[in-house]
């Protein structure tokens, strides 16, 4: 019997033929995605789920989907799982790391470039009709970005990434991490530590690149927003809810920090009364981090494979709880 799978949304070539080469898809074919109980309800059956970070993955879904074996996230982030729940029922989970850690990194620095340079505030102006004097000396000055001191909260594999390209505009680069790296790892990246506060308080530029956890929910507060210079930019292209974007909306009007390029928000997509959009200082992208052809093309070509492997009975290339495998060893998950 072919394995019966279920994918939340059309996600770039070549992920779905390949699992429709060996399995029986059910598609949301919308852009919108499903509701939750449409998730319950459509997993009762199946063997295998492919979702994106936007669908919540908890324990309701999971107790329906009695004959699911593997869940395939098309994102790096999965908190949208409850992984401890599905690794308790034997539910093998893939996810897409890596792959779009360059992508990622491209967009943080695109922000950072645009928001110092007012690139968006700068485009608006022209395309409002308002440029009047060939060349004005002081018109839309914005902040030098060569030579400067970015904080990167978070370094891991993206955060490495963007520490790389600072490296290319002569900036010091400070960071912070639970695990310092060693003397080493630190020497060979040019990058420095300081605690939290200390990075607050010294960078022009501060880009957040950590998962968001218990740990990490609201760790820019008002408080951390404080230690911010007033001329320095906050850029956020990991989770939204590691910011208190209430408080961040008071920083920006009261000028305790310039601005900020935010490609992810508390809830998204933001609706139209958000306070942010009235804001020329920040430059705002809806959730494009992995947004190019090459990336998305990849994740979706892991997370098939991810799947596939499981119900083939293997090892996913990427996986988030090898531990499952004491409660349903690989050879009880093959169909293929
Ligand atoms: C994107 O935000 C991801 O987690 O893949």
Redesign the pocket.
């Known amino acids: 019997m072919r394995p019966k799978v279920y994918i939340t949304r059309r996600i770039p070539e070549p992920g779905i033929s390949l699992i429709e080469e060996s399995c029986d898809v059910t598609l949301h074919p919308y852009d919108e995605p499903p509701a939750h109980e449409e998730i319950v309800n459509r997993i009762r059956d199946k063997d295998a789920l492919l979702c994106l970070?936007s669908d919540r993955i908890d324990k309701e879904i999971i107790d329906a989907g009695t004959n699911l074996k593997v869940i395939s996230t098309f994102?790096?982030?999965f908190e949208h799982i409850d992984v401890a729940e599905a690794t308790r029922r034997g539910i093998y989970i893939g996810y897409?790391p890596g792959i779009?850690t360059e992508a990622t990194a491209d967009l943080a620095f695109s922000l950072l470039l645009g928001v110092a340079r007012r690139i968006t505030e700068a485009d608006r102006f022209l395309r409002g009709n308002r440029w009047r004097t060939a060349f004005s000396p002081s018109l839309l000055l914005g902040t030098s970005v060569w030579g400067s001191t970015l904080g990167i909260i978070g370094l891991g594999r993206i955060g490495k990434a963007v520490a790389r390209r600072a490296k290319g505009f002569s900036m010091k680069v400070l960071y912070t991490k639970r695990t310092p790296l060693s003397r080493e790892e630190e020497l060979n990246l040019g990058v420095v530590y300081r605690p939290l506060e200390v990075l607050l308080e010294q960078s022009d530029f501060v880009s957040l690149h950590t998962p968001l956890n218990d740990e990490t929910r609201h760790l820019i507060n008002e408080a951390r927003l404080r230690l911010m210079k007033p001329d320095a930019i906050l850029i956020n292209t990991a989770r939204g809810p590691v910011v208190d974007e209430t408080a961040l909306v008071r920083a920006l009007k009261g000028k305790w920090i310039a601005g900020a390029g935010l490609d992810v928000f508390e809830k998204e997509p933001i609706g139209p009364a958000h306070p942010l959009l009235h804001l020329d200082s920040v430059v705002l992208l809806p959730?494009l981090?992995?947004a190019t052809m090459q990336a998305r093309s990849k994740m979706a070509e892991v997370a098939a494979s991810n799947l596939l492997a499981v119900l083939r009975g293997k090892a996913p290339p990427c996986w988030l709880n090898p531990e499952v495998e004491n409660v349903r060893p690989l050879s009880r998950t093959r169909m293929l």
């Open positions: 970070l994102s790096v982030g897409t779009l959730h981090g992995s």
